[in-house]
């Protein structure tokens, strides 16, 4: 990822992503001057990132999704969804964050992109691998196309987590979970980047982002670190027309 500056405030954007012009996105960090805790701050975020309006869902930690409609109903409750998908540019998406892994796909083929919440509970249900059969479904995009970003989240330094949650991890894959002194600790995105490379995605189409938030606390929020205090980061994407 690189650092982006939009009237003066810093965020982030996945660096394989920048050269798409038709794509806007940007993730925000706790430089980003106000919080975005009700819908007062995300309108704030729209309207400083010049978006037309972000749609924001109701995030349960699942593998439910929502198509955004050609026009934004106005007053209509978010829906739940922890994956959105559009192929329109009347409005741009967002997932907030504190931990989990926000994920953007993106096909300059087929002009369409997902954004995809993925903590654990998320990873176990393969929530990610869902969002590619989507684009498939919905814009015939093949995973070959799709370009990946993996924005900042807790790596396996700090994901410790019990057996239980270990021993589902290692059912799906030997390599996602670390034995250190006896503790079980997650790699969270070795184990999204592996599966999606099994689907046909390739590596070299796929940007992790290096940071831990847990760890950069000056950068990051983190619900591990700072428990219900987090405050939480958004990764915003929007087709230009
Ligand atoms: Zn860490």
């Not at 593998?63 to 409609?69: C, G, I």
């Not at 995009?141 to 330094?157: A, D, H, N, R």
Request: charged fraction near 25%; glycine fraction near 4%.
């Amino acid at each position: 990822m690189e650092k982006v500056s939009i009237k003066g405030i810093d965020f982030l954007r996945f660096s394989k992503l920048s050269v798409y012009q038709p794509l806007f996105h940007v993730f925000t960090t706790r430089l980003l001057p106000f919080k975005l805790r009700n819908e007062k701050d995300r309108k704030h975020l729209a309207s400083l990132l010049d978006v037309p309006q972000i749609l924001f869902p109701d995030q349960t930690h699942g593998d439910d999704y929502f198509l955004l409609p050609a026009k934004p109903t106005p007053g209509v409750s978010p829906p739940k969804a922890d994956i959105l998908l559009t192929q329109n540019s009347s409005w741009g998406a967002g997932i907030l964050v504190a931990d989990c892994v926000p994920i953007l796909f993106f096909d300059p083929q087929k002009r369409c992109f997902a954004l995809a919440h993925v903590g654990w509970r998320g990873a176990l249900l393969h929530t990610h691998k869902k969002a590619v059969r989507l684009l498939w479904k919905h814009f015939k995009t093949s995973p070959e196309q799709l370009f990946v970003g993996l924005g900042p989240s807790i790596k396996s330094c700090c994901f410790e987590v019990g057996q239980d949650i270990a021993e589902r991890f290692l059912e799906r894959d030997s390599q996602s979970v670390i034995l250190r002194n006896d503790r079980f600790f997650v790699d969270l995105t070795g184990f999204i980047e592996r599966e999606l490379c099994a689907m046909g995605v390739s590596r070299h189409n796929i940007e992790i982002a290096p940071w831990c938030t847990s760890c950069e606390q000056d950068l990051f929020y983190s619900f591990r670190r700072e428990k219900e205090r987090a405050d939480r980061m958004a990764l915003i994407a929007w087709l230009r027309n």
